[in-house]
């Protein structure tokens, strides 16, 4: 199976740049790339120093809002160039553009049949410009949700730690690690990191953001995007929690970003493991559960925390 890393990332905040890094340190051309840029004319394209058979690129329009159709061509139609120059494919990336939802990508790659017949999602990767971040944050729904998304967020052209941002970052979304990007770094490994596939990791990643999460449910707010995160102190009963999970998904709808839990379930030693996109979710056995506790983390848009809270907390309630 081959991974396929998403760079998302507001307009100027490194992208391409980020890209060219990791070609850097590759010693073969085995990295396919799929790029997107708003226009006739795609200049990113031109300022990717990689091998251009090795890329395939889209300009008719924002990746979000090309045909699911189109999409899926254009990353089987790149696994075949590789093909037909004998060359073995290990990985894609795909660099959006700085405006794009990465939502509708996920959807396509998890829902397309042909897609996951050899592909699978390993991670999203966003990129926050420490100098107009803040700016990017507050007046673009774009950039907090490429931030909702993340399964891991790099802050881009700072020297030294900027909290103010930092703290906004985690409070967006508290299950992505946020860390500057260093050039003296390699990088070359994320893209065979398996961060958004629970079913690749064997949840390490998981425990360490959810469990580190406060006991007490909390609950915030930046600009159009919620955090919530719940815990429950006692076993959960599964089907309950799934008919929950359901509930959620189907009230929310289109507001429901991204939510991760790791849950201690009635006669199941394993903890569970949770995670979802929007309509789109992953149920699976985690490692041998040391914990009777839950946490569950949702991040959306227009989150009704009283509901959710109390509706969470009465999972506990039924078994009594």
Sequence with gaps: ???ITIISGFLGSGKTTFINQILRESQDD?????????????LDKAFIKYDQDRIFEINSACLCCVDDREFERAILDLKQQFEAQKMHLKSIIIETSGLAEV??????????????????????ITLVDALNGDQALEHYRESLEQIAFADRIYITKALSTPYSLLGKLKAINPLAPVSLLKQDQTYLHLLNEDRFDASHTKYASLN???????HETKHHRHSHVDTLTLYAENPLSFSDFKEWLVELVESMGHDLLRYKGLLSVEG??????????????????GDENQETQSHFVVIGRN???????????ALERRKE
């Excluded at 085995?30 to 795609?42: A, K």
């Excluded at 939502?103 to 999203?124: G, R, Y």
């Excluded at 360490?208 to 406060?214: A, F, G």
Aim: aromatic content about 6%; cysteine-free; proline content about 4%.
């Design 208 to 214: 360490q953001t959810v469990l580190n999460q406060s």
């Design 30 to 42: 085995t990295i396919g790339l799929i790029i997107n840029e708003i226009g006739s004319v795609n």
């Design 1 to 3: 199976m081959i991974p």
């Design 303 to 313: 989150i009704n925390v009283e509901q959710i809270t109390l509706s969470f907390k």
């Design 103 to 124: 939502n509708p990508l996920i959807q396509t790659i998890l829902k397309s049949q042909p897609i996951q017949n050899h592909f699978f999602l390993n991670e999203i």
């Design 268 to 285: 199941i030693d394993a903890s569970i493991v949770v995670q979802g996109v929007a309509s789109t979710f992953m149920i699976d056995y």
